[in-house]
């Protein structure tokens, strides 16, 4: 079975930091890009930081200079490490993921479950 898990989330005072994981696992070939998206109560859900496989990475405006997305190929995990968070930055997080699976060599899009991230003294 194909998913992304998530793991890192957690309660951390104005300034800490948090450091994110994301893997995915089953049957596939490759997964590219990768990234995290966030959701606060009553507003959407924004991109924060996606990380292609030429290693170029894309910042949500909010986060740069203060988060750093980062990949481990060979295990397809992603890691979002979060520096100086603000209370805004209080919101579920996802992983999203492009994955072809080898069965098939189709792709899709596949999102984790969501890890709780509270930013609060």
């Known amino acids: 079975q194909v998913q992304l898990v998530e793991s890192g989330g957690g309660l951390v005072q104005p300034g800490g930091s948090l450091r994110l994981s994301c893997s995915a696992s089953g049957s596939i070939s490759s997964a590219n890009p990768m990234g995290w998206y966030r959701q606060a109560p009553g507003k959407q859900r924004d991109m924060v930081a996606i990380?292609?496989?030429?290693?170029?990475?894309s910042y949500g405006d909010s986060v740069k200079g203060r988060f750093t997305i980062s990949r481990a190929n060979a295990k397809n995990t992603v890691y979002l490490q979060m520096n100086k968070l603000k209370p805004e930055d209080t919101a579920v997080y996802y992983c999203?993921?492009?994955?072809?699976?080898?069965?098939?060599?189709?792709?899709?899009?596949?999102w984790g479950q969501g890890t709780q991230v509270t930013v609060s003294s």
């Open positions: 990380i292609r496989g030429d290693g170029s990475t």
């Open positions: 999203k993921a492009d994955l072809r699976i080898e069965t098939t060599m189709k792709r899709y899009d596949y």
